[in-house]
């Protein structure tokens, strides 16, 4: 059997998520879209519960579509918060449709999203060497960078925490602890 981080071993979706999503660098705007919006819906709640919603979470949220998700009419960010299959939290919803017009705004200035968030890494991923769960951070000075600029921005619901976890889920740091066997296949 594979060593992977301990995290990733708590169930099968946990599992599929560590051995093919977490860590890999992410360069598509509409899944930076995508994890921004869950980073943002995790706020004081655990992954798993979120990513036990992801499939709703896209069918609710139009497949995750900033494009379409800027267009919500109060009716329909309503229809949302009454939505038990996602986490309706009202702040949280309007923060998404908020952020869809901030993700768009930043698109249009460096032509796309990738390139603005990447580029705080100068678009390559940051190498760690975490050999213990507990030595992973929650964030750092870097994440507190880019919250920052996000906020200035009108961003919300992009604390340092919430932007180092998306850091980590898109790969822009490698949090794989180095005995796992992902840590190398995703530098």
Request: charged share 30%; net charge positive; glycine share 4%.
């Amino acid at each position: 059997m594979c060593k992977r981080c301990d995290w990733g071993t708590n169930n099968e979706l946990m599992m599929k998520y560590h051995d093919e999503e977490w860590g890999v660098p992410l360069h598509d705007d509409d899944k930076l879209f995508e994890f921004f919006v869950l980073e943002g819906f995790q706020a004081g709640l655990s992954w798993q519960i979120v990513l036990n919603k992801r499939e709703n979470f896209r069918r609710a949220f139009d497949q995750f579509n900033p494009q379409k998700v800027v267009q919500y009419s109060e009716n329909k960010i309503q229809e949302l918060i009454q939505d038990k299959s996602i986490i309706r939290n009202q702040q949280k919803i309007r923060a998404c449709v908020n952020n869809a017009q901030r993700f768009i705004e930043v698109q249009k200035e460096f032509g796309s999203f990738d390139k603005y968030i990447w580029g705080f890494v100068n678009h390559k991923p940051i190498q760690n060497k975490f050999k213990d769960l507990k030595e992973l951070p929650a964030k750092t000075e870097l994440s507190d960078l880019i919250s920052a600029d996000l906020k200035k921005r009108g961003f919300k619901f992009v604390g340092s925490t919430v932007i180092y976890a998306h850091m980590q889920a898109t790969g822009m740091v490698n949090d794989h602890l180095v005995n796992c066997y992902r840590y190398t296949e995703v530098q």
